[in-house]
């Protein structure tokens, strides 16, 4: 079995209310095991036999829509990948070029943002705000300086000028998705 994580988009916000251990139920019903939450907001770890990402993330999305009747973007990583949206964002860190872990975001992407798109995302923006922006691999990173509540830069904003659906977590909350797998690989998961 292999150890991944999913990132559930818009889950227990905007009305998209779902309890975590009627989630787990769900999920386990579906051939899921070793099923935990991290957090309230759409981060469940689980084993399941090795296929592509892209499959797991279309069967998770699935059940989300069939049982709890929201239609959820589904990203599906493993540590190793969850590890890299980390060491690979260039705000995460420590010293004067690198923003603190509740304001530096990884946005996992379902797609790959046109490079032209993102420049115009960047000289659009350039006047408008302080956050700093870097593409990646399917991944978006983000530092939002003074917090995201305060930024242009919602979800749905970059959506309509990436033309990718995307969900972020914060690298406090990603080291802790990080540190469970860890736990749960000592205690035999794969």
Known sequence: MQRYVAFLGSINVG???ILMADLREALRREDFTDVET??????????????PSEGLADKLAWVVQDRFDIDSLVIVKTRIEVDAAITGNPFH?????HGSDKMVHTIF????????S??????EHKAKGGE???????MLFLDYVHGAGVSSLTGP????????????????SLKRI?????????????
């Open 38 to 51: 991290v957090v309230a907001s759409g981060n469940v770890l689980f084993s399941h036999e090795p296929r």
């Open 93 to 97: 860190g420590t010293g004067p070029d």
């Open 109 to 116: 992407l379902d797609g790959q943002p046109d490079e032209d």
């Open 15 to 17: 009305g998209n209310r």
């Open 178 to 190: 990080t540190a469970k797998m860890g736990e749960l690989d000592g205690k035999g998961a794969a």
């Open 157 to 172: 904003f970059l959506q309509r000028r990436l033309e990718v659906r995307g969900t972020a977590r914060n690298m406090s």
């Open 118 to 123: 993102f420049h115009d995302l960047l000289a």
């Open 132 to 138: 700093r922006l870097a593409l990646g691999d399917r």
